[in-house]
């Protein structure tokens, strides 16, 4: 069965501490993954996908097809990071674009 | 540009009501989403639109659940009639087109309670 697991519902770390939010996933196929965050009182929206390999607000995130892992870095924790994170994956469905969607990580960064 | 526009943000009915949500996707975008995100769990799809066809309603309970997109635009999300476990939040999402290189763009949702 297709599935995205993020283990971890709630992360706290401090202001430039390292963060590492997990997530694995179920698939038999390709896989297209993303990350999606939502600040507080904002909209659901894309941080980064697996395809461009870019850095985005300094997060970072590797697909490890050998670990079914999509876990997403950042060296230096900022405040304005706090948000809830989403893992998600792409080909759930024939059109091949429905995103599956882990249940989400809490990232409470403070000072 | 203007972002996907959803209503009501709130609404507050009882079991066995029915209730609607409105959806008014990005100008040009021809893929329509609608996903059901129930408390601490991440959005799960209902039904997916391409154009005002229907590409996937796999997972709408369609016993209670319909939805439509008419001239390939707006769409509406209807529950007749509504349960307690419909409590959610309702995320319609639009996309220019099918691909996976096609980014997603969520509205603000609607949150449900049936009490």
């Known amino acids: 069965a297709q599935r995205v697991t993020q283990p971890e519902k709630l992360l706290s770390v401090f202001k430039g501490a390292p963060v590492e939010l997990k997530c694995n996933y179920s698939y038999s196929g390709s896989p297209e993954l993303f990350w999606y965050v939502q600040y507080s009182r904002q909209r659901l929206q894309l941080l980064l996908r697996h395809i461009s390999r870019e850095s985005i607000k300094g997060f970072t995130a590797d697909l490890n097809k050998g670990e079914t892992s999509f876990h997403l870095k950042k060296p230096f924790a900022q405040e304005e990071d706090s948000a809830m994170y989403y893992c998600?994956?792409?080909?759930?469905?024939?059109?091949?674009?429905?995103?599956?969607f882990g249940k989400g990580t809490t990232l409470s960064v403070s000072s | 540009e203007a972002g996907v526009a959803q209503s009501p943000r709130y609404k507050i009915i009882e079991k066995r009501q029915s209730v609607a949500f409105w959806c008014n996707p990005i100008s040009g975008h021809a893929t329509l989403y609608w996903y059901q995100q129930i408390l601490g769990q991440g959005p799960k799809l209902l039904i997916q639109?391409?154009?005002?066809?229907?590409?996937?309603d796999s997972q709408l309970p369609k016993d209670r659940f319909s939805a439509e997109r008419l001239k390939g635009v707006d769409s509406t999300l209807k529950i007749q009639p509504a349960k307690l476990e419909d409590s959610a939040v309702y995320l319609c999402a639009s996309s220019y087109g099918t691909g996976e290189t096609y980014e997603q763009y969520f509205g603000p949702g609607t949150r449900l309670t049936v009490t």
């Open positions: 639109f391409q154009n005002n066809g229907v590409v996937d």
């Open positions: 998600a994956l792409s080909g759930a469905n024939q059109a091949g674009t429905a995103l599956i």
